[in-house]
């Protein structure tokens, strides 16, 4: 029971964690998915919501507000720098589309640590919210819970989107068949213009929300990548509800798997993700792209 | 990509020298100068003949700086024939192939501290590791197709990257491994401790490992790896078993990767996490695409061009080489019309098609 | 042994639809047979599921008398069924003599053909198929530069070469001008009598002069069986396409 105690914070934090993830790697899916676009500059993305984020809120809440906003902001601004460019190349096929993304990659993240710095930007979180809560014998940091709550609305809130409005259904319809949406009027510039913006936002939002839990530095970008790729890739590309389970189980091994055991975190990232392959390569391969709600069969 | 399609060359004037593609007539003049080094034929032209001569004279004229910048280039250069045997002939586009690079890298720094100093073992052992790590790794891999591919490529390489900054005690963790002492070639030779002589080795043995492999390619191999690139479904149903070709092949080019980077670990002197970044593995799928999806020399060529350019480069602007490689990533992007310089994702399976 | 192809119960449903439904078919061993029906009628699909590009939702399929239903399609190819494709596919970054090589390759029982010497020699025993459909003179052409007609002879000529028992056709005339149409009926009528055909086919001409049996699918499920004589004169299949097919015997392609 002692045992117990000692990682129920760090288990809460995994939590906390895990949904940045989701929503993180929301963005990612959005345009692997359904885009046909993987996205390389995704955690250059995330950098640039989490530095936006520091520098504008300064403790009180209408600057943490301005700063979310912000982070939001340059996430779809960058978005759209993504839809411009990608844009000539989208009947070239994924690999030219992924190479250009590394490049805006390379480009961004040496403007970002040129404009910044090489250091840590620890980002200041309203004074009210920065302390800790007392629950149960246990102390919390009040962020990360409030953290949870919002993650999770987020999250419920974009299944339901996903799930029940128009737009959500002419997006997992873009998943299964690009070629068929066109038909049906909707331009494809547009579409894919919108999803690289929508993406940016998510990506942006992440980074500013997430900012005190993985704060903006010279390794956030690759960290976000790789751990989003990790759950997209644990979670089975498309479906919402795996990629949730997965963000939480790679939260957990982030913070929990840390704080039994630092060594080996990483090698327990490794296998999962390696044994999340070879069960999927078993059962029939891992070449479908498209959404799976939860609860539906996929045809 | 596209399906093969009615070419719009008249049959009687189809180009033999454009074994990629079927011709198209937009954009003639980067065409010609594709073509001049994408020949999977040995057309010694002019570029093969200035390299070669470059290469020769190199450590007369160049300085000591110079020089382990050409060994460099030939090591990332061994990569990049790598990833021509996967994507330009098996048309399995990894964008991860820095990892048994790295594996390769670290297996020859691991033995050089350990007193295991012989030029040719460490070559054998650290392709036979990197080859060993492909195999397994290209058993998930190798069922992945297009997207996916590319997602999983990815993010086996950054895995491979933590992973080495995590197990310090083999690896020396995220620091890296310093002072790996210097080999001698075989049993008997006097040690590689200059510059100079380091080249040569270099040198010599990427010529005898892309020889081989370019030998290789042109056999009957090349031919099924190409068909598989072509047309994967056409090979199952005349009866081919694909699916070992393609981990054969993935095998194949993590022994070459491995073996570059043996190499580089021997110019260097040092080993780290970074070896096996994506950021090699996007520098030498670079230098195929500037170099021809079916040529070793092109991407030879390629790999050298990039290495020389960066560095030129950072002269005037020190402390931005990932920004110069960035754009050299889009402009190349942009600037190469006929898709990546043939590197074809395979046909997609779903009638929607990709993007 | 027989190339006989035995048919039961076979189903194959994509999501609501329904392409094949339910068929018990026995193509017999030696015979030309030919499936015929509107489009859409499931013929394709009836291809695709025995040469083992498409697993059935329901139903077995059974080559010399071993169940084929799960066999993957390498190993069908091996096993001796080969077939062309609609759409003629073709590797286009090989030459014509190599594609036919390649095609050859997995059935031609030697070992090492990954070698020189080996695959020279393999390529060189291939010639005969080009010549029997009549492109020798395109051999060292890419095969991404022929034209149609001359990469559907290419598709059948991979199909040849791999020496098969079943040698399933998917609308091969399609696209042949007359003279194509005729050396492909001379290739067909020159096989070993022991290869069993099936082809798919719209031009009843060429099925009347090809097939010892008609089949007739529609919606999926088989609607008549029998010569092409009497297939021509069966009112329910007149009525299954829209309009008249004509007399038997009068050259009439129903697209």
Known sequence: MGALNAHLVPAVDGVAYGLLLYVAAAGLTLLFGIGGVLNIAHGTLFALGGYLAATVSDGSWSSALLGLAVAVVGGTLGGAVLAVGTAPLVERGELPQALLTFGLALVGGDILSTVYGGDEHPVVVPHAVNGTVHFFGHVYPTYRLMFIVIAAVLAVAGTLVLGRTRVGALLRATADDRAMVGAMGYAPWRVHAALCAAAGALAGLAGGLGAPIIGPGPDTADKVLMLSMVVIVLGGPGSVLGAFVAAVAVGEIETLGVSISSDWAPYLLFGMMAAALIVRALRGGLGGVGIAMPGKARA | ?355 | MTGVIEISGLTRAFGATVAVSDLDLTFAAGGRHAVIGPNGAGKTTLLNLIAGELRPTSGRIRYDGRDVTRTARAKRSRLGIARTFQQPTVWSSLSVADNIALAAWPHAGTRGTWRRRRYRTLSESCERHLETVGITDLADRPAGALAHGERRMLDIAMALAADPRVLLLDEPAAGLTEQGVARLLAAVRALPAEVTVVVVEHDFAFVSAVADTVTVLHDGKLLATGTPAEIAADASVRTAYLGDLGEPGVVEEVR
Not at chain 2, 66 to 83: C, D, E, M, N, Q
Not at chain 2, 121 to 133: D, H, I, R, S, T
Not at chain 2, 165 to 194: C, E, F, K, N
Not at chain 2, 207 to 232: I, M, N, Q
């Open chain 2, 1 to 355: 990509m596209s399906a093969p399609t009615s070419p719009v060359t008249p049959s009687g004037s189809a180009d033999p020298s454009v074994e990629t593609e079927p011709v198209m007539p937009t954009v003639r003049a980067s065409q010609t100068a594709r073509t001049i080094l994408s020949s999977p034929r040995l057309r010694v032209g002019a570029p093969a003949t200035a390299a070669a001569v470059l290469l020769l004279i190199a450590p007369s004229t160049f300085d000591g700086y110079g020089i382990g910048l050409l060994s460099k280039a030939l090591a990332l250069g061994v990569l990049a024939v790598s990833v021509v045997v996967l994507a330009g002939f098996a048309g399995l586009p990894s964008v991860g192939q820095a990892a048994p690079f790295m594996v390769g890298a670290y297996t020859a720094g691991i033995m050089g501290q350990h007193g295991h100093g012989i030029g040719v073992v460490q070559l054998v052992c650290g392709a036979g590791a990197a080859a060993g790590f492909a195999a397994v790794t290209g058993l998930v891999v190798i069922r992945t197709r297009e997207l996916a591919f590319l997602m999983t490529t990815l993010a086996v390489g950054e895995l491979a990257v933590a992973v080495a900054g995590q197990w310090h005690s083999l690896t020396g963790g995220t620091d890296g491994m310093y002072g790996i002492p210097p080999v001698r070639p075989v049993p008997g030779t006097a040690l590689l401790d200059s510059d100079k002589s380091v080249y040569w080795y270099v040198l010599a043995a990427t010529v005898v490992v892309v020889a081989v492999a370019w030998r290789v390619l042109r056999s009957p191999v090349g031919k099924l790896l190409l068909a598989c690139r072509d047309h994967e479904a056409r090979m199952r149903s005349a009866g081919h078993p694909v699916t070992l070709y393609q981990w054969l092949a993935y095998v194949a080019a993590g022994a070459l990767a491995g073996f570059g980077g043996v190499l580089m670990c021997t110019v260097n002197e040092y080993v780290s996490p970074a070896d096996g970044s994506f950021a090699n593995s996007a520098l030498v799928l670079l230098a195929v695409v500037l170099g021809g999806a079916t040529s070793p020399l092109g991407a030879l060529l390629g790999a050298g061009l990039i290495v020389a350019t960066r560095d030129w480069l950072s002269g005037p602007f020190p402390g931005h080489g990932p920004l110069l490689l960035g754009l050299m990533f889009i402009i190349a992007v942009y600037a190469l019309p006929n898709g990546v310089a043939g590197v074809k994702v395979r046909l997609p399976r779903r009638p929607g098609g990709s993007a």
